[in-house]
């Protein structure tokens, strides 16, 4: 397949996240996933009217959108569940659903960010299949 059609280093997918504070979201991203800052485009106020973030091998994208009462619902594969979720509280999540080992084969938990996101982390435990 030609991938011209997309930057390099991102995915024909990407997350787009409608968040209130932006600034807050790049903060808790950098901290519990250890996300890399992209791009970041500023509003006409001195505000972040969109931002991008690298975690792991994948984009995630954000706007401004003060009044919005959207929540995104976010999986991230990590290489440590328990550690990620533990930085997450640490960063101001609650906690939606604390790590455990699931039948299918992956260790899961779920955090939700300041701002109502869900994230839902995964690691695939050794041994299982794909």
């Keep these: ?27 808790f991203l950098a901290h519990a996933f250890g996300a890399t800052e992209l791009r970041r485009q500023p509003d006409a106020d ?24 959207l929540i995104a619902s976010v ?22 659903s604390e790590p455990r080992d699931q039948p299918y084969g992956d260790r899961t938990a779920g955090v939700q960010d300041a701002q109502g996101n869900y994230w839902w982390v995964g690691t695939r435990l050794r041994g299982s299949g794909s």
């Excluded at 997309?6 to 903060?27: E, I, Q, T």
Aim: negative net charge; proline residues 4%.
């Design 75 to 96: 999986h991230v594969y990590v290489e440590d569940v328990d550690r990620v979720y533990a930085r997450a509280l640490d960063h101001g999540a609650t906690s939606l």
């Design 46 to 69: 001195g505000g972040i009217r969109h931002a991008e973030v690298r975690i792991g091998d994948s984009v995630v994208m954000m706007g401004c959108r003060p009044g919005a009462d």
């Design 1 to 27: 397949m030609d991938e011209r059609y997309k930057p390099d280093g991102y995915n024909a997918v990407s997350p787009y996240l409608l968040v209130k504070d932006v600034r807050a979201m790049l903060d």
